[in-house]
């Protein structure tokens, strides 16, 4: 599959300095696979994928630098339809914007815009309430499975 993310291997270098995260081969491989798969995988997929590459990586190594990649805005986390934690690459890290899963083949697209301010605009009239954050996870069918 080709990849669908623009952002080059360097870039997410930069954001893992940007982050005082150090290169390393087992962050590079990760990264690695989500570029190359541009698919939403859970944590049991990438670490078997990991394995064939780095015969010594443990599960909770793996949980591990998914959290860092995370924390660093470059993987983004989601729930499969069975509930499961599943990660996808960020092709825009820091950037406000949401992320569109396909539920067939799991293929992750940016999706460069936000509509929230009417919800929020509801919540501050009926609740009173401030919103000060929000997350949305969008999944359907992409044009290749449709
Ligand atoms: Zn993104
Ligand atoms: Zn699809
Ligand atoms: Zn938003």
Known sequence: MISIYNKSMEEYFQTLKR????????RKAVI????KSGMRMGPYDIYNKL????????LPTVYRILDELKKAGILVQSLSSDRQ?????????GTH??????????????????NFKGISEFIKKNLKAKVET?????????SKCK
């Open 51 to 58: 394995k064939q590459k780095l015969p010594k990586i443990g």
């Open 85 to 93: 934690l599943c990660y996808a690459l960020c092709d825009s890290p």
């Open 134 to 142: 929000h997350h949305l996870q969008i999944e359907g069918v992409c």
């Open 97 to 114: 914007h949401h992320h569109f899963v396909c539920r067939k083949c799991k293929k992750v697209d940016e999706v460069n815009f936000c």
């Open 19 to 26: 982050n005082k995260l150090k290169i390393t081969p087992r």
């Open 32 to 35: 690695g696979l989500f570029l």
